[in-house]
């Protein structure tokens, strides 16, 4: 969040109120523990599909901790534990069973910092689909690729130095490449975790119209520290505070009448 607003933003200008969309992803009693560390309290939520639900807080609340259990990201962390249930179409993700490469197939992630691989930018799209062969053919890899990239705003910038290194593009390219590489991967579900912090307001503002665009194919969950992103973009918003959910529901709802005193004094400034 850049600054304290001393007004609860009106997201009446941006993001349009949220369909009536299914369920995609149902949290239940969901506890996050770092060795002795609790760091996520009993969290439960219905995250819609083809919707951007924003999850906002201030640092350390347990946002990004949430996010990373949707793709079970922290089973890479030593020590970590999560229990409750986490079900993505009828299926328990935490079940011992689940196939967390095939799971994270599913599940496209977008980081804070652009992290292209040091490989061509066409490389870097077809990777994914490949190694987990996606694609029957050459000429159906280089359709994905294509069509990634036109999704994610970006084919028209470099349709004509596809064979150059990622890494030399800008870095608000370079983050849409990263999207990109996401739609390639995933059928169903995208994280980003605040994908915009490293970039300047102009890429930030192409990004955001990416997301807005996405959400009609996609489940978009979005940690985001700022506001008026979360009240642009998002039609859902969920508020976490020292490890718990405080409250969740439409975002014009959650920014205009919160039902939590904590969400009002954050969402104005006033903590966090």
């Given at each position: 969040m850049s600054g304290h607003e001393e007004t609860i933003l009106d997201p009446s200008a941006g993001a349009t109120a949220?369909?009536?969309?299914?369920?995609?992803?149902?949290?239940?009693?969901?506890?996050?523990?770092?060795?002795?560390?609790?760091?996520?309290?009993?969290?439960?939520?219905?995250?819609?599909?083809?919707?951007?639900t924003a999850l906002i807080g201030p640092s350390g609340c347990g946002k990004t901790t949430f996010l990373r259990c949707l793709n079970r990201m922290n089973d890479t962390i030593p020590f970590a534990r999560v229990t409750g249930e986490i079900v993505i179409d009828d299926e328990n993700i935490n079940?011992?069973?689940?196939?967390?490469?095939?799971?994270?197939?599913?599940?496209?992630?977008?980081?804070?910092?652009?992290?292209?691989?040091?490989?061509?930018?066409?490389?870097?799209?077809?990777?994914?689909?490949?190694?987990?062969g996606l694609t029957r053919?050459?000429?159906?890899?280089?359709?994905?690729?294509?069509?990634?990239?036109?999704?994610?705003?970006?084919?028209?910038?470099?349709?004509d130095r596809l064979g150059d290194l990622a890494t030399g593009i800008s870095g608000g390219q370079q983050?849409?490449?990263?999207?990109?590489?996401?739609?390639?991967?995933?059928?169903?579900?995208?994280?980003?975790d605040e994908p915009c912090s490293a970039l300047?307001?102009?890429?930030?503002?192409?990004?955001?119209?990416?997301?807005?665009?996405?959400r009609e194919r996609y489940a978009i969950v979005i940690v985001t520290h700022s506001m008026q992103q979360a009240a642009r973009i998002s039609q859902r918003a969920a508020h976490f505070h020292l490890g718990a959910l405080v409250e969740e529901g439409e975002t014009s709802q959650i920014f205009t009448a919160p039902r939590d005193r904590r969400t009002q004094d954050y969402i104005t400034g006033r903590f966090g």
């Open positions: 949220p369909p009536q969309n299914a369920s995609k992803v149902r949290a239940r009693h969901v506890n996050m523990f770092y060795g002795e560390k609790h760091a996520l309290q009993d969290v439960s939520i219905d995250i819609r599909d083809r919707a951007v079940d011992p069973a689940t196939d967390v490469v095939q799971l994270r197939a599913r599940i496209g992630m977008v980081f804070q910092k652009p992290n292209p691989f040091p490989k061509s930018i066409f490389e870097n799209v077809a990777y994914g689909p490949r190694i987990h053919s050459k000429d159906e890899l280089e359709e994905l690729v294509l069509t990634s990239l036109r999704r994610a705003g970006l084919l028209d910038e470099v349709k983050q849409r490449l990263c999207i990109a590489r996401a739609i390639a991967l995933s059928r169903e579900i995208i994280l980003m300047d307001p102009i890429a930030t503002s192409k990004i955001e119209e990416l997301i807005d665009e996405l």
